[in-house]
């Protein structure tokens, strides 16, 4: 755990307890059952800013993501993809994911927009 400032500083403003415990929510990341992927990708980010020395690599972070995602979500990243979205490399994966999640929120805009549409009407 070393960072800018020093361990002492880093210990300090981020002590062992508060890192092992965000790490470990990063660990055993899960979709929630009402989340759409947009939310889920944010939160994941989110979880991520939290903990700067989480110490996982580029591909273990998409792998936990992408673990933690509900069976029918796992599904539209590897339609994505044309096959299997672990097999895509770190860089190619996190511009589909990006690209799926601005793509989701997008339609969850529009939806809520023809909403309030329809309630007007």
């Not at 500083?9 to 002590?15: A, D, G, I, S, V």
Request: one cysteine or more; a neutral charge; proline letters at 2%.
């Amino acid at each position: 755990m070393e960072g800018c400032g020093g361990k002492k500083n880093l210990q300090r403003f981020f002590p062992i307890s508060r890192y092992i415990n965000a790490k470990s929510e990063i660990y055993v990341f899960k979709q929630g059952v009402e989340e759409s992927f947009y939310e889920t990708w944010e939160r994941f980010k989110r979880m991520l800013r939290k903990c700067p020395n989480h110490g996982f690599e580029d591909i273990a972070q998409l792998s936990i993501f992408i673990n933690g995602l509900r069976s029918n979500t796992k599904m539209l990243l590897d339609v994505a993809v044309g096959g299997i979205m672990m097999v895509v490399d770190a860089d190619q994966a996190t511009r589909i994911i990006e690209a799926l999640a601005t793509t989701d929120y997008q339609a969850q805009h529009d939806r809520q927009n023809h909403q309030k549409e329809e309630y007007w009407s």
